[in-house]
């Protein structure tokens, strides 16, 4: 190796102390930024683009400031040469997948070779169960739990995780349990808990006890507005979730990772403009 000329040095002694004056206060920013908890997008938000021009939509959203995307299940069916196409794509875009969604076929045995294989490729450490289809009774939850504690196993000495994604039928008690207090109760403390607010509001649950009740489980948050009239139409940050209580107590006790805004009906301007709109929403918020 051939080693590069020195720079000769130009610093005056007040600019240096100057300098050495800032270094506290660069390095406390320094600190804030990587502080900053990244925020992504569920690709669910824009399926309609998706399908059509996978690169094109992750770009697109790239550009608008997203830092993180989750791929939902259809990602299962590529194949890994199509999986390292896309992890180079994103790398160029400086833009990460740290999660997966996934359907009952990934955690087959032969499933979830596949996905574990997929998801190494793009980077992505947790391969999150998105419905566990028919589930029948609380032994049914209870049995789902101690399947997923098999899989976490599994996962960890790879150094990845898995979870499970809320809807409103887990909230649902059933002989007087919750299915999700029995997934919560059933599995270990690196099985996440990926908390998706929308349905939890429809569902009347408290989702700021729900995070006080799980320290350091919710890793990953779905964040999906709702309101009584307008359900699932209104945009992320104009519903009726207490988003700044939400991120502090997320960020406080729940462990959380990343966030992952998600948007199920895009509104007349599509899912793109839909996409922009609420992450300038959560840039008000934050502000």
């Known amino acids: ?62 550009k608008m400031g997203y830092q993180v995307v989750e791929f939902y299940a259809p990602y ?32 087959t045995p032969e499933g979830l070779k596949k996905a574990i294989e997929l998801n190494q490729i793009i980077g992505s450490k947790n391969i999150i169960m998105s419905s566990a289809g028919r589930v029948d009774g609380i ?15 599994q996962l960890r000495p790879l150094g990845l995780a898995t979870g499970f994604h809320n809807h409103q039928t887990e909230w649902q008690a059933i002989d007087g349990k919750r299915p999700m207090d029995v997934l919560a109760a059933g599995t270990p403390k690196d099985f996440v808990l990926q908390f998706d607010i929308g349905t939890c509001l429809e569902a009347g649950v408290d989702p700021i006890g729900w995070i ?25 940050g104009e519903g009726e979730a207490p988003w700044k209580a939400l991120f502090a107590a997320a960020e406080a006790s729940g462990g959380l990772e990343y966030y992952l805004i998600e948007q199920e009906i895009a509104g007349p301007d599509g899912s793109i403009a839909m996409a922009q709109r609420c992450l300038d929403n959560y840039k008000k918020l934050r502000a």
């Open 139 to 153: 032994a049914g939850w209870e049995q789902l739990a101690a399947r997923m504690t098999a899989v976490s196993e």
């Open 76 to 107: 299962f069916d590529w194949t890994p040469d199509a999986a390292k196409d896309v992890r180079k794509l994103m790398d160029g875009l400086g833009i990460q997948c740290r999660s997966t969604h996934n359907g009952p076929p990934s955690f």
């Open 212 to 236: 006080k009740a799980n320290p350091g489980r919710i890793r990953s948050m779905h964040c999906k507005d709702w309101s009584k009239e307008k359900g699932y139409a209104v945009a992320f």
């Open 1 to 62: 190796m051939i080693a590069r000329p020195r720079a000769a040095s130009t610093v005056s002694r007040r600019t240096f102390l100057a300098m050495a004056g800032a270094a506290p206060f660069a390095a406390s920013a320094l600190a804030a930024m990587q502080k900053t908890v990244p925020v992504g997008l569920e690709l669910y938000t824009v399926r309609d683009q998706l399908t059509k021009d996978l690169p094109g939509t992750v770009t697109a959203v790239a």
